[in-house]
């Protein structure tokens, strides 16, 4: 998951943006479940601020995807389905592969560098034991790899829509698969895209990117597809 970004502009953080930056966090990681009705009263008081902010981050929050607007009955954080989940995997690898081919075209060497340094990091992650706080640092050394990936594209746009669907895409894995020793393949496949990169090997660098996140949303289709065959109470 993105780490947290409070304000787009420069300056102090808003209090508007420190709300939208809190419940951000808390849908991405599940602690909001799809589908949650957003009481705002609720949600004022246990926040500490008054309802203008409130309802300003709300919006910031719909226009990223992760709450949903009910016609004369408030807002809901977003639902999960299969055609969503198909979305934001195309979408990821979509923005994701066109940023990494422009890195690999314009990248200088402190871009290569970052590659190999968030992925030297993202391995030393892989060794720790399978408990919260550890998964947590792999989650953060995971998007600071994808992240140097695509750094070095040049485009700030696209930067920021790549970090948006990698976090859509990431609320799917905390909700899906809530043990950590099961969030990652014993397979690291993250060396060989980063060795294609920086060797400048652009088509064979975007081929491993988008086959990594493409197998990584067939597994959390087949979560996805359990989750819904299972017994309600």
Same mark, same amino acid.
């Given at each position: 998951?993105?780490? $947290?970004?409070?304000?787009?502009?420069?300056?102090?953080?808003?209090?508007?943006?420190?709300?939208?930056?809190?419940?951000?966090?808390?849908?991405?990681? #599940? /602690?909001? /479940?799809?589908?949650?009705?957003?009481?705002?009263?609720?949600?004022?008081?246990?926040?500490?601020?008054?309802?203008?902010?409130?309802?300003?981050?709300?919006?910031?929050?719909?226009?990223?995807?992760?709450?949903?607007?009910?016609?004369?009955?408030?807002?809901?954080?977003?639902?999960?389905?299969?055609?969503?989940?198909?979305?934001?995997?195309?979408?990821?690898?979509?923005?994701?592969?066109?940023?990494?081919?422009?890195?690999?075209?314009?990248?200088?060497?402190?871009? @290569?560098?970052?590659?190999?340094?968030?992925?030297?990091?993202?391995?030393?992650? #892989?060794? @720790?034991?399978?408990?919260?706080?550890?998964?947590?640092?792999?989650?953060?050394? &995971?998007?600071?790899? &994808?992240?140097?990936?695509?750094?070095?594209?040049?485009?700030?746009?696209?930067?920021?829509?790549? #970090?948006?669907?990698?976090?859509?895409?990431?609320?799917?894995?905390?909700?899906?698969?809530?043990? $950590?020793?099961?969030?990652?393949?014993?397979?690291?496949? &993250? =060396?060989?895209?980063?060795?294609?990169?920086? #060797?400048?090997?652009? =088509?064979?660098?975007?081929?491993?990117?988008?086959?990594?996140?493409?197998?990584?949303?067939?597994?959390?289709?087949? &979560?996805?597809?359990?989750?819904?065959?299972?017994?309600?109470?």
């Amino acid at each position: 998951m993105a780490p $947290p970004n409070p304000a787009s502009e420069p300056g102090k953080p808003t209090r508007a943006s420190r709300v939208a930056a809190e419940l951000r966090t808390e849908i991405l990681r #599940g /602690g909001l /479940g799809p589908g949650m009705k957003l009481n705002l009263d609720q949600l004022r008081e246990k926040l500490g601020v008054s309802l203008s902010p409130l309802r300003e981050a709300i919006s910031r929050l719909v226009a990223d995807g992760l709450v949903e607007i009910e016609d004369q009955r408030g807002f809901r954080v977003a639902r999960i389905s299969r055609e969503n989940l198909a979305e934001v995997v195309e979408m990821r690898a979509d923005l994701e592969c066109l940023a990494l081919g422009l890195s690999i075209e314009r990248g200088d060497i402190e871009w @290569e560098s970052r590659v190999l340094s968030t992925l030297h990091t993202l391995q030393r992650m #892989g060794l @720790e034991r399978a408990e919260a706080r550890a998964q947590e640092r792999r989650e953060a050394a &995971h998007f600071a790899f &994808h992240d140097a990936l695509v750094s070095g594209c040049g485009r700030a746009s696209l930067i920021r829509l790549c #970090g948006s669907f990698y976090d859509l895409n990431c609320r799917y894995m905390n909700i899906l698969i809530s043990e $950590p020793g099961k969030r990652w393949r014993d397979l690291d496949d &993250h =060396g060989p895209i980063a060795e294609a990169a920086v #060797g400048r090997r652009k =088509g064979l660098a975007v081929e491993l990117l988008r086959q990594h996140i493409v197998e990584m949303g067939a597994v959390l289709a087949r &979560h996805l597809a359990d989750a819904g065959q299972r017994p309600t109470a």
